[in-house]
């Protein structure tokens, strides 16, 4: 597939095509072909990831409430903006085909290697802002890490939840805290808990998810409130 096909099937309408063929040429490759008129992509990596960063952290100061401090916030980032994640953003946007890459590193799967994957999603990104400048960018940054976006919310943030409330406790001294399972209701495959959560043997708050872990965490957020 051609660099334009591609970028067509992601809708970037792009002015500078160069741009983009840099993003997707790896070191080795410009090594092995020096005389190409575009340089590899570490110095467009360097600056995408301070991008993501950007779009990343302007997301989580939005969306989150302000029970995150700023610790919180940047264990979320970059639960987020790690390598893993790149990974999955680059399968969602099936870069690995379009990258250039000397003889020798296509010959040991770098390729799929997830450090590689994750500089060129870096890099892209910022072919893209250099192209079409930030809002575009933030929107094909979001657009196309929502899933994962939506994952680590809900599966890490309120993991927090539950951390932050115990930490709290702990600095106003020695009090138990402890959850109890109150009912759980529907079929196997479609589970649904209610929990209460106890502070010195006494009911604060109340949770319900589509497991215990959930329950508890939902119980714990209700109780920062």
Known sequence: MSIQSYLKRLKIKWRNIELYEEALTHSSYKN?????????????????????EFVISEYLYEEMGDTYREGDLTKLRSRIVSEEGLQKLAGKIEIAPMLRLGKGEEKVGARERPSTLADAVEAFIAAIYLDRGMAFTKKFILRNFRSHLTGVLEGESLLDYK?????????????????????????????????????????????????????EKEAARKALE
């Open 32 to 52: 092995e072909h020096p005389d190409i008129a575009w340089q590899h992509n570490e110095r467009l990596e360097f600056f995408g990831d301070a991008i993501l």
């Open 163 to 215: 951390s932050i409330l115990q930490e709290k406790l702990q600095n106003q001294g020695k009090r138990r805290l402890s959850y109890k399972v109150d009912s759980v209701t529907g079929p196997d495959h479609q589970r649904h808990f209610k929990v209460t959560l106890y502070i010195d043997n006494k009911p604060v708050s109340q949770g319900e998810g589509s497991s215990r872990r959930n329950a």
